[in-house]
Each structure stands twice: as C-alpha cells, then as structure tokens.
C-alpha cells in the first residue's frame, strides 16, 4: 500500500513553517524523504530508520513516531528553494520494492 | 564521481514504434528502479532489477513494457508499441544494495518520452 502525505499542497510565505505527513497502514522498516523540484530528478534529504527518531539538516527535520507509521518532516523557516514536491520513501514491506508516498506540493512566496 | 546516468534525456516516437531508455547506476550500486511520473503526478514503481535478474516487476504493464539489467552495460527499460498514453517522464534510481545498504535511491535525470 502507497503511504498517503498530507497535505496534498501547501502555500507559504518565506519565513512561515510547514509540516508534511506521511502515514502507513503497517509499520514501515525505514521512511526517506525526497525533494524534487519542477522539472528535475528527486533529491534524497534524510533517513529515518528507529521509532521514535528525529534528525535535524539545517532548518529542514523529520521524525518517526514510536510504531514507525507515521512520519513528519518540518520544515522551519522556509525560503523560496524549499519549493517543489515532496515525497516520502520507502521499502514495501515483504516484497523490497521501493514505493513512494502521494507526495506533498510545496511553494514558497516571497 | 559519476551519478546515475540516463540517456536519452529526451525523445520522440511515432506510435507504433519502440522506444529504449537507458540507465547506467552509480558506481558500487547493484540494484536499479525505474518508476514513471506523469505530470503534476507522483513517482509510480514499475520494475526493481538486480544484476541479471529482475526482482520485481509487478508495476510494469504486461505487455510492451519490459526492462533487463545485464551483466555487462546499462539496465535497459524496452517500450514496444508505443501510444500516446506511454508519455512521460521514466526515472531510474539506483541503491548499493548488500550490507551497505541504507535504503536511500540516487535518481536519474530521467528521460523523457513523447509519442506523437
């Protein structure tokens, strides 16, 4: 099953903060995140691999709650690169496909 | 330190005609994914290939659509036949696989099919 982001789209101003979700209906055994902007390849961020876990990179972090089926990355601060489309990762339990979230659109403003 | 390679980055075919994408890994990388991605859309898994063996292809159409990873050379995705509704963009991404292995794909540029 294709974990499902929330929200779908957001719209900030530079200098406001976002949450995106990603949610599993089973226990994910590692979540990745991805940025891809308009245009170009995806760009791996961060992994998260324990329950519980949270990882900083500058302004950008994300967690992994204690089940490890929900994942949240915060994005602190925004500025206008940090738009584009975000994705979350990971390994289809049982079968080692790699399977990607529904995405998040981001866009930041000045 | 070459990343993943794609080529072509872009191309054009009638319908009817075959298209071939090609994907060279990372350096140390043994595992290769293609997905595709429609517009404004997500990344949809189509094939998961390891050196000479195809892992998992359930997300390939059945027909038309096949892909290969050689021992020797590129992994290959084959479009036969193609129709308008094959346009898109095909990413490859690739993982080093083994006790290495962390998770995490490098991507592509991808290749960008048009059927006309």
């Known amino acids: 099953q294709q974990p499902v982001q929330s929200p779908q789209a957001v719209i900030l101003r530079e200098g406001e903060d976002a949450v995106i979700n990603c949610s599993s209906s089973k226990a994910l055994y590692s979540v990745h995140w991805y940025r891809q902007k308009h245009g170009e390849a995806p760009v791996f961020l961060m992994i998260?691999?324990?329950?519980?876990e949270q990882k900083g990179h500058e302004k950008i972090s994300a967690s992994f709650n204690e089940k490890k089926q929900q994942s949240s990355l915060y994005l602190t601060a925004s500025q206008l690169s940090y738009s584009g489309t975000y994705f979350c990762g990971t390994e289809h339990s049982g079968t080692y496909k790699y399977i990607f979230g529904t995405g998040t659109r981001l866009k930041v403003l000045a | 330190n070459a990343g993943v390679m794609q080529n072509p980055r872009h191309l054009v075919r009638r319908r009817g005609q075959e298209a071939r994408l090609r994907c060279s890994p990372m350096?140390?990388?043994?595992?290769v994914y293609w997905y595709r991605q429609l517009p404004e859309e997500g990344l949809k898994f189509m094939v998961y290939?390891?050196?000479?063996?195809?892992?998992?292809e359930s997300g390939m159409p059945k027909e038309r659509f096949s892909a290969e990873f050689p021992k020797e050379g590129p992994s290959i995705l084959r479009i036969q036949q193609v129709v308008r509704g094959d346009s898109a963009a095909y990413f490859c991404a690739s993982q080093r696989g083994g006790l290495m292995n962390t998770g995490e794909l490098f991507f592509g540029e991808g290749s960008r099919l048009t059927v006309l």
């Open positions: 998260l691999l324990k329950g519980g």
């Open positions: 350096k140390g990388h043994s595992h």
């Open positions: 290939l390891q050196k000479e063996n195809i892992i998992d």
